[in-house]
Nanobody, 116 residues
Framework: QVQLVESGGGLVQAGGSLRLSCAAS????????MAWYRQAPGKQRELVAR???????NYADSVKARFTISRDNAKNTVYLQMNNLKPEDTAVYYC??????????WGQGTQVTVSS
């Protein structure tokens, strides 16, 4: 069993920055891919960023050059640094651990609201 707890969301103005954190209850970041998703009101959940156990990353086109996913294995934590935030980034952001094809862990979500 793995628990994921997100933090760092909040209300910011367009152009501002936030750093989201996802703390895992097990030391598993060294061997597993982690990802951030988001879900805006009335929209489906979408993949924002992913980082593999080897450190490779990929991003949704809408956030490339603005968001950075990283991890600190010693702290069992994955981060999402969000810069130059836009109103369209407003969403609930979820940390995701696809442990296996049958076990997929999600955090409770943290709200990010970007005002203009």
């Amino acid at each position: 069993q793995v628990q994921l707890v997100e933090s760092g969301g909040g209300l910011v103005q367009a152009g501002g920055s936030l750093r989201l954190s996802c703390a895992a209850s097990r030391n598993i970041l060294t061997i597993n891919t982690m990802a951030w998703y988001r879900q805006a009101p009335g929209k489906q959940r979408e993949l924002v960023a992913r980082i593999t156990s080897g450190g490779s990353t990929n991003y949704a086109d809408s956030v490339k050059a603005r968001f950075t996913i990283s991890r600190d294995n010693a702290k069992n934590t994955v981060y999402l640094q969000m810069n130059n935030l836009k109103p369209e980034d407003t969403a609930v952001y979820y940390c995701n651990l696809p442990l296996s094809s049958m076990t997929n862990y999600w955090g409770q979500g943290t709200q990010v609201t970007v005002s203009s």
